[in-house]
């Protein structure tokens, strides 16, 4: 190992406030939550809905909440985004009556909008605040009705913003524009064109690498171990019910060769291909996000070598690196739900340890 201060100067930053991240190039990140907030507000507040119709008129009001987190990563000018959210709108309904005018309110939340559902509209939940009068299950239902949609079709244009850079798409547009070479005096030409080799040699030979690996796709390996028989994790991987239970969302799994399954209330799907009780798990596995027709090779092995003791070694290949709608955080968020969504809660749920 080099000792401080020697080696090859092309590999050393000097040391400068930026020099782990000249010029931001490498990664730069950016807090959204406060664009998020204006941007949502702008796109969900004072929509009309009904507008007189049937002698009723709907509008929403104010976003009244947004908690979570938003920001984005670039990393060499590519835009990976991440944001978890939940919000909550009021809206205001009124209709005139021999009384007068009548007015109820209510609210329409999100609970939860992230970006490893880009591809799926949320969830969106209408109520009325007060008493249901039949004014207010009319407001409810109409807003069910045509205001789902439009207040969806919003929030659609924030998780495209977001894709797109955020409060940061004039610095990734920058970044993309290309720029013309510098000249290289005369004087400095002929020591210029050595170093120039240097650098060339191990750029071909990692160009060269990375030609074995299929343009545009990953491959994600992981090995954890768990304080169980292999028999019991095979068991749970393929249970739907024990699914349901530690994902606490609904799934529908196939135990024969062949057989479909579904998983996070439909966001993942694919076919088994191979299964060998308490050894292996072989399926095609895509996410609904992904261009269609697209899946992805999954292959669990399972070693047990002692008892209580089972060691799962997973191989994900053709892993996209972008979705059907450009966003770049597949490969990143597939990992993660392996880790933290799938192996890490049922470690939790049946306490297989850490």
Not at 171 to 199: I, M, Q, W
């Amino acid at each position: 190992m080099a000792k401080y201060g020697e080696g090859d100067k092309r590999w050393i930053v000097e040391e400068r406030a930026d020099g782990t991240n000249v010029h931001n190039w490498h990664w730069a990140e950016r807090d959204c939550l406060e664009w998020s907030r204006a941007r949502l507000s702008s796109l969900l507040a004072g929509l009309t809905v009904l507008d007189g119709e049937g002698g009723l008129t709907v509008r929403t009001t104010t976003l009244d909440k947004l908690d979570g987190e938003a920001y984005v990563n670039i990393r060499k000018g590519k835009v990976i985004p991440g944001y978890e959210l939940s919000l909550t709108l009021s809206w205001e309904a009124e209709a005139a009556s021999e009384s007068g005018v009548v007015k109820v309110s209510g609210a329409a939340e999100v609970p939860y909008l992230a970006d490893e559902n880009a591809d799926e509209d949320p969830d969106l939940r209408i109520t009325v605040r007060g008493e249901e009068t039949p004014l207010a299950r009319r407001a409810k239902d109409a807003f069910f009705a045509r205001g789902k949609p439009l207040v969806l079709e919003k929030i659609r244009e924030y998780v495209s913003a977001m894709a797109k850079g955020g409060p940061a798409k004039d610095e990734v547009d920058s970044k993309k524009t290309p720029t013309k070479a510098a000249t290289v005096p005369a004087g400095t030409a002929t020591s210029a064109v050595p170093a120039a080799k240097e650098e060339a040699a191990p750029a071909a030979k990692e160009k060269k690498a990375k030609a074995k690996d299929k343009e545009g796709f990953k491959t994600i390996e992981m090995t954890e171990k768990f304080y169980c028989r292999a028999k019991d994790m095979y068991e749970i991987l393929m249970d739907e019910n024990r699914w349901r239970g530690f994902t606490q969302s609904n799934a529908r799994i196939s135990k024969e060769v062949g057989g479909e399954f579904s998983l996070f209330d439909g966001s993942i799907t694919g076919i088994n291909e191979e299964l060998q009780e308490g050894k292996l798990i072989a399926q095609k596995w895509r996410f609904g996000s992904w261009p269609d027709g697209l899946y992805s090779s999954v292959r669990l092995v399972f070693d047990e070598p002692e008892s209580g003791v089972t060691i799962i070694k997973l191989k994900q290949t053709d892993v996209p690196e972008e979705d059907k709608y450009g966003n770049s955080t597949v490969v990143e968020n597939t990992e993660r739900g392996w880790r933290e969504l799938i192996f890490q809660r049922i470690r939790g749920v049946f306490g297989f340890g850490i």
